[in-house]
C-alpha cells in the first residue's frame, strides 16, 4: 500500500449517505481500499497515539509503534471477526507490538569472565584454613567437595597457580575457573563453621 498522508475529515459515507461505520471501514480496508484506510485512520490516529505514548516513554519508538499499528491492521483486516469496536481491535494491535518492542529489549549482560571477583573483606578461605590446620587436614576437607572443585582449588591454593594457568591445564573457560573458586571458598566456610 503506498502510504499517503490521510484526509483528516470523515469523507467516506455509506450509500444513504451517512458516515461508514468503523466496521465497514475495516471490511473495506480488508479488501484493499485505501480510501476507507485513510477515514479509519483519521478517526483513531490520535486515540491510538495517546494510548501507545502513555506506555512507551520514548517518543520516537512511539512513533514506530503506532506505524506498525496501522501496518498490522492494513495487513489483518480481513482477521476482524467483529465481536469488539475497531478501536479496542486496534488498541490490541498496540498491547502486541508495544510487548513485541519490550521483549526485543535485551538486559546488559556481563560475561562471566568480565565480571568482577566477588569482594570479601575477611581472611581468604584458603588463609583461614592454612591457619586453623595443616595440609593433611586441608586435604581432608578439599576431599569432601566435589572432584572438579577439589582439582581447581589444589591448584590455585596449593600450588599457585592462576586462574588462566588452571583454565589452560584443565580445558575450561577463565570464568568456569573462577566460579569453581568461588564455590569451593563458598562450601569450605561452611564446612569450618560447623
Not at 27 to 53: I, P
Request: hydrophobic share 40%; charged share 30%; proline share 6%.
Amino acid at each position: 500500500m503506498p502510504w499517503k498522508e490521510p484526509h483528516t475529515q470523515d469523507d467516506m459515507t455509506s450509500p444513504g449517505g451517512a458516515a461508514m461505520c468503523d466496521e465497514d471501514l475495516l471490511v473495506r480496508v480488508a479488501s484493499g481500499d485505501e480510501r476507507a484506510f485513510e477515514t479509519l485512520y483519521g478517526r483513531h490516529a490520535a486515540a491510538v497515539r495517546a494510548f501507545v505514548r502513555v506506555r512507551v516513554p520514548d517518543a520516537g519508538t512511539a512513533e514506530e509503534v503506532c506505524a506498525d499499528v496501522w501496518l498490522g491492521c492494513w495487513r489483518s483486516a480481513r482477521a476482524f471477526r467483529g465481536d469488539a469496536k475497531v478501536l479496542s481491535w486496534l488498541l490490541g494491535i498496540a498491547k502486541r507490538q508495544i510487548y513485541m518492542r519490550v521483549r526485543r529489549v535485551r538486559p546488559n549482560v556481563t560475561a562471566l569472565d568480565d565480571a568482577p571477583e566477588p569482594r570479601d573483606d575477611g581472611p581468604s578461605p584458603e588463609t583461614a584454613v592454612l591457619s586453623e590446620v595443616g595440609v593433611d587436614d586441608l586435604m581432608a576437607l578439599l576431599r569432601r567437595l566435589p572432584v572438579e572443585l577439589v582439582e581447581t582449588a589444589t591448584l590455585a591454593w596449593l600450588h599457585g597457580l592462576s586462574y588462566r594457568q588452571i583454565a589452560d591445564l584443565s580445558d575450561v573457560p577463565e570464568g568456569t575457573v573462577k566460579s569453581r573458586i568461588s564455590r569451593a571458598r563458598r562450601l569450605l566456610r561452611a564446612q569450618l563453621d560447623r
